[in-house]
């Protein structure tokens, strides 16, 4: 239920309503938003507890009060000016949630966690007794148009982060037990298990970016190798997949048997810990697929252009290669040429169809 209270007024102000870096940090942005309870049973025991400022407990509900009544100028009198921040807080959070809404992220907001609604209580609550909203239309993404500036923007943030997260490009020569042949195979393996898990194109691009990713941080033994990739393989999964890992807790052991019994899920548990942990979590690697969405996206390449171009290229010779496929193809128009600084021609007096495609740059 706290959980929950913690969303909705995320969803209220846009932004976190604890957002702190360490566990100390949360508890005296806790407190200075609640106040500090009279009794901290939940911290005795520890070898030094803290001493934090007297900040006297708050009701939430209050900031819903007429600005006149006695609630409200007592709410205002407690919170400014030592927590005045709190308050404006408290006046968003309001103009959003309203009267009602307040009353429940009160009673969510519970230090006391036998203080808190249970689940019940929170969907007979007046908050959501409000007439629904108009059936919204379901759209796929495919059916909302960016506009060119848009996507040119997404596209500069795909390049900042590739350069960012990017494996280095010498990583093979820090191994000692593994080559390059070794990766091709294991590759050639994670295809076979993305089919198996019918695991999408996508993340078995995550997949490969994170054991490579993965591989520049770390030396394996080629005994690891494949418990390396079927570990890349099952974190790609979890981040990109609508996979059964969010309806259940694990399925390191789905993976564990892919690879015939040769590693435990407590091995395959532990790498993961280790291999997100060189990440610092940073999943979100722009790959050959992100581009070549955005590519022909911007440039509005018939359905046909799409699967042939649908090839593992680097990033850098996929505009030049639909510019090519969709120019034999005559589906192309002035405009789209120099989308990306390119410029399309034919080469004269050839024996078969030759394309030049020259950069804009030089």
């Known amino acids: 239920m706290w959980t ?106 519970q230090i006391n966690p036998q203080k808190r609604l249970a689940a019940e209580s929170v969907l007979a609550h007046s908050f959501f007794s409000k007439p629904a909203l108009a059936q919204p239309v379901q759209l796929k993404c495919s059916d909302l148009p960016l506009s060119r500036d848009a996507l040119l923007s997404i596209w500069t943030t795909y390049i900042r982060n590739e350069g960012r997260l990017r494996p280095r490009a010498d990583y093979m020569g820090r191994q000692t037990s593994i080559n390059e042949i070794m990766r091709a195979i294991l590759i050639d393996w994670l295809i076979d298990v993305g089919v198996h898990f019918d695991l999408s194109q996508e993340t078995l691009h995550y997949a490969v970016m994170y054991l490579d990713r993965a591989l520049s941080e770390m030396v394996i033994d080629k005994s690891r190798l494949q418990l390396l990739g079927v570990t890349c393989m099952k974190i790609a999964d979890v981040f990109n997949e609508n996979s059964k890992e969010y309806y259940r807790q694990e399925n390191a052991k789905e993976y564990v048997f892919i690879t015939a019994g040769e590693y435990t899920e407590e091995e395959l548990l532990a790498l993961e810990k280790e291999i997100l942990t060189l990440m610092k979590f940073q999943l979100y690697s722009p790959t050959t697929t992100h581009f070549l969405k955005l590519y022909t996206s911007l440039i509005q390449i018939d359905e046909p252009t799409k699967i042939l171009s649908n090839v593992s290229l680097p990033h850098n010779f996929i505009v030049p290669f639909c510019l090519a496929l969709a120019e034999l193809r005559g589906g192309w128009i002035p405009a789209q040429r120099s989308c990306f600084g390119y410029i399309v021609c034919r080469v004269p007096h050839a024996e078969h169809h030759a394309i030049c495609i020259v950069s804009g740059n030089g």
């Open 4 to 109: 929950l209270g913690c969303l909705l007024a995320e969803l209220a102000l846009n932004e976190p309503l604890f957002e702190c870096d360490t566990e100390i940090e949360l508890l005296f942005r806790i407190f200075a938003f609640l106040g500090v309870p009279e009794s901290l049973e939940a911290i005795k025991g520890a070898e030094a507890v803290p001493q934090f400022p007297q900040w006297p407990p708050i009701k939430i509900s209050h900031a819903g009060f007429p600005k006149r009544s006695k609630e409200f100028v007592r709410l205002c009198k407690t919170l400014v000016p030592s927590r005045g921040d709190v308050l404006n807080r408290l006046l968003r959070l309001n103009a959003v949630l309203g009267s009602e809404g307040m009353n429940l992220l009160e009673q969510l907001l």
